[in-house]
Each structure stands twice: as structure tokens, then as C-alpha cells.
């Protein structure tokens, strides 16, 4: 069970006291920001993808005017993240790339996802071109490199159901990247949780850097979402029963199932109250606000 609480982040508020596994609606930077230092074993998440979706609210993540503004409000939320993550544990962050818009101010919507139409989608980034991959996932993970973190390991996930393309000029993108950043050089690593069959289903080896995962739509969801499969590595390496992983861009709340079925705590973080409403309904959440008795928060 968890509690959704909904935050404000004009206000001057206290920290907030953790207390089992918990939903908090607001801004992503705003809210990690008033978590206790070094409370956090572990963070998963998926932030949005530049210039691919309106999620048609204010403080959105995705829409900024230019590539470097996008990168570096990430990288603000990431410091946070940072700061509460505590000193032995591991942050898995998946992020997409794109390809320049060309300029072209609008993107069409398609027949099978409606909600990728556009009215407005950000200009070609000064010194790219016309056609070019964005190169997002690396841009994003050196900035953070850059900033403090230990950049550990690069992770394709390959898609086997990767959705077609229609272009013939390169190969159909079928992969994404999860990037495994750590807070100090030793960390909480559980290898022997993830170890896989070898190739002659003989024996075992240490888990490899290319997951061979199906993306898996949840039906309730008008977005992407995490496949659980993708998750449960994160967890199992990083964690132990009990510990808190947080998500604070928790979207249809699948971070939250893994951690409910693995016996964790989750924080999850989302501004659109509609994906609050979703995620609740999926977790059955407890609905709430500042100064539910529970959660402390007032």
C-alpha cells in the first residue's frame, strides 16, 4: 500500500519523512529536494525523451527550447538525486535518443499511436544537422560524468519486438541505452543475484551488457513504459528486501509493481495528476495529501 501525496513547490515546506512506500505528485527536482540525505539504496527511472511528447502540462520535462537546456535541468534533478542516494548505491537511468526535427515545428500523428502528433516540437540543435541522430543517451551520461557521478556501465536493451520503421536510408533503431551510475567507487553490487545461463545452459556467467528484453505496453497507459524485465536486474543487483529505490519520473508506476512483488519500498515521483491517478489505481494506493496523518508531510 501506498500513499500519494500531493506537494506544492512554491511553498517553503519540511523534509519529508519516509515511511513505506509512498506516491508524490509535483516536480521532480523540487521534491527530491526535500528528501533526507542518503536515504535512497536505489534509483530507476526513465525520464522523458526530448522533443517526442507533450504531455500537455505546465513544468513538463522534454519541451525545452534547445538540446543543452534539456540536459541540464536533467542534470539538476540528478544532483538531487545524487545527494539522497545513499553512499553504496546504484542509479539505472534508461534514456532514448531521437533524431533533429529539421525544424519542422510539428510531427503528424500515427494511425497506431495517436499521441505522438505534435503542434510544437524544438528546432535543430546549433552545429546539427538535418537527419541527424540527437547521440541523447550520451550526451546525457557524460554531463552526468561530468558532474560527479561514476559512469559504470552502458546497457543495450535490445528489442526483439521493436516497433518498425519506415525509413530505408539506415538500419531500424531497436535498442535503448541503460546507463549504471554509482555515488563512490565501491557500492552495493549483488552479482551473484543476476547471473545468467550460459550459452550451453551448462552453467553460469556474469550477467552481460546486452538485454535481450520485449517492450510490453501496459493497456492503460497512452505512453512507453518500462517492461518490468528491465527493472528486475536493477533491483536484484542493487538492492535488498526493504531497501527504498525511487523512481522521480514514475509514470504508470511499474517501478512500484517490481518493488511491491520484490518486497522493496518504492518513492515514486510524477507530475501529471492523471498518471498519479493511474499509477494509484494500479499500485492501489491510498489517496492522501499534506497533511494525511500517515505520511507526515504537512
Known amino acids: ?60 520535462i522534454g519541451l525545452e527550447g534547445t538540446l543543452s537546456q534539456f540536459i541540464n535541468r536533467l542534470v539538476a534533478v540528478f544532483r538531487e538525486v545524487h545527494r539522497i542516494l545513499k553512499i553504496n548505491g546504484t542509479f539505472w537511468l534508461n534514456i532514448g535518443d531521437g533524431y533533429t526535427s529539421g525544424n519542422r515545428g510539428w510531427r503528424a500523428p500515427d494511425k497506431k499511436n495517436p499521441a ?43 528489442k526483439p519486438n521493436a516497433m518498425p520503421e519506415s525509413v530505408k536510408d539506415r538500419p531500424t533503431r531497436s535498442h535503448e541505452y541503460v546507463f549504471l551510475f554509482t555515488k563512490s567507487e565501491n557500492y552495493y553490487y549483488d552479482y551473484t543475484a543476476v547471473l545468467e545461463s550460459t550459452d ?54 511499474t517501478v512500484g509493481v517490481v518493488c511491491e512483488r520484490m518486497k522493496r519500498n518504492y518513492i515514486g515521483i510524477e507530475l501529471h495528476p492523471e498518471y498519479v491517478a493511474l499509477a494509484a489505481k494500479r499500485l492501489g494506493s491510498k489517496n492522501g495529501n499534506r497533511r494525511d496523518k500517515n505520511v507526515d508531510c504537512p
Open 116 to 158: 505522438r502528433a505534435m503542434s510544437v516540437r524544438p528546432d535543430t540543435p546549433e552545429g546539427l544537422k538535418p537527419k541527424d541522430l540527437l547521440g541523447i543517451p550520451w550526451r546525457l551520461a557524460l554531463a552526468l560524468q561530468q558532474d560527479g557521478w561514476y559512469l559504470r556501465s552502458d546497457i543495450v536493451w535490445n
Open 200 to 253: 550451453d545452459g551448462k552453467g553460469k556467467r556474469n550477467k552481460r551488457s546486452v538485454w535481450d528484453i520485449n517492450t510490453e505496453p501496459y493497456k492503460d497507459a497512452h505512453f512507453a513504459t518500462f517492461p518490468p524485465k528491465l527493472i528486475e536486474p536493477c533491483i536484484l543487483a542493487g538492492t535488498k528486501k526493504g531497501d527504498y529505490v525511487l523512481d522521480p519520473f514514475f509514470g504508470s508506476g
Open 1 to 60: 500500500m501506498s500513499f500519494i501525496v500531493n506537494e506544492t513547490a512554491n511553498e517553503t515546506l519540511p523534509e519529508i519523512n519516509l515511511i513505506g512506500s509512498m506516491i508524490l505528485r509535483g516536480d521532480a527536482y523540487h521534491i527530491v529536494s526535500r528528501l533526507p540525505k542518503e536515504s535512497v539504496q536505489c534509483v530507476i527511472t526513465s525520464p522523458p525523451y526530448w522533443g517526442l511528447r507533450d504531455y500537455k502540462i505546465d513544468g513538463q
